[in-house]
């Protein structure tokens, strides 16, 4: 059985379906030693290089999936031209494949951040069109009125495009700093600061407490990480629709990260 290699290589976690096609059409990609052409086929048995390391073959491993609880002050991405800590710096080793971080946060965001070793997962978990939701806590430098809160559940202009919380609630505070729950349906970088910037109050604290089904653990200090379980991963896998896994032999944490949600399948 064969596929079109773009997708075997944004299922192994390279990146998006679009930017493989880019990569292959600028010759970075070789399959059993000759470059390959946007419309190659592979199957599981053939070599294929990228950049001149090759991408190992599928290995039968187990779906895993990773809670973090994100520092401020470290980058996700896998390097740092300045030498910043990342978060894959603080995540276990893999036998065989990769960590794919599901979605980024901005350097000074903290809170939940998901890994998985699955790109198919990652992909459905990130992509706009399965339509999963993110809550933030947010403190901000002061106290929005019913109108700002109205304006934005309904739309604001934010750069020449119209932004919107799904939701926000008030949440605690006193004196100059008050916190609010937001959720967002994408998430896409520093729309929450903006949006709160949009009513003239300053966010100076942000953190992600849920994305879709799966919660920060309350037990889970910053800067830590805990596996999630067998039970849990077939869950959220079925949430999304994706097919089921094969059983992990790994030892299971007893603790659920998931709350009750709404199939996407």
């Not at 800067?223 to 992990?248: C, F, H, N, T, Y």
Request: net charge positive; proline share 4%; hydrophobic share 40%.
């Amino acid at each position: 059985m064969t596929e079109k290699l773009q997708k075997t290589l944004a299922d192994k976690g390279f990146g998006s379906r679009r930017q493989m096609e880019r990569w292959i059409a600028a010759g970075r990609v070789t399959v059993n030693g000759q470059v390959a052409g946007v419309g190659t086929r592979v199957a599981d048995t053939d070599d294929i290089v990228v950049d001149g390391h090759r991408v190992a073959k599928a290995s039968g491993a187990s779906c895993r999936v990773i809670a973090l609880n994100k520092r401020a002050g470290v980058i996700v991405s896998r390097r740092d031209p300045e030498g910043r800590s990342t978060v894959f710096e603080d995540l276990p080793g893999l036998r065989t494949g990769r960590w794919i971080s599901v979605g980024r946060l901005d350097l000074q965001t903290t809170g939940l951040l998901l890994f998985t070793n699955d790109g198919a997962l990652a992909h459905r978990l990130s992509h706009p069109s399965t339509g999963i939701d993110r809550e933030y806590a947010v403190r901000v430098a002061g106290l929005l009125d019913d109108d700002a809160l109205a304006r934005l559940r309904s739309g604001v202009d934010v750069g020449g495009r119209t932004e919107a919380f799904s939701d926000i609630r008030y949440y605690d505070g006193s004196g100059t700093n008050h916190w609010y729950h937001v959720v967002l349906m994408e998430g896409r970088n520093r729309e929450v600061r903006d949006l709160f910037a949009s009513q003239g109050v300053t966010v100076n604290r942000l953190k992600r407490v849920r994305y879709g089904p799966v919660i920060l653990p309350a037990w889970l200090p910053r800067g830590a990480w805990e596996e999630m379980g067998a039970a849990d991963v077939a869950k959220l896998r079925a949430i999304i629709g994706l097919a089921p896994d094969q059983p992990s032999r790994r030892k299971q944490p007893s603790r659920s990260m998931l709350i009750p949600y709404p199939s996407l399948a």
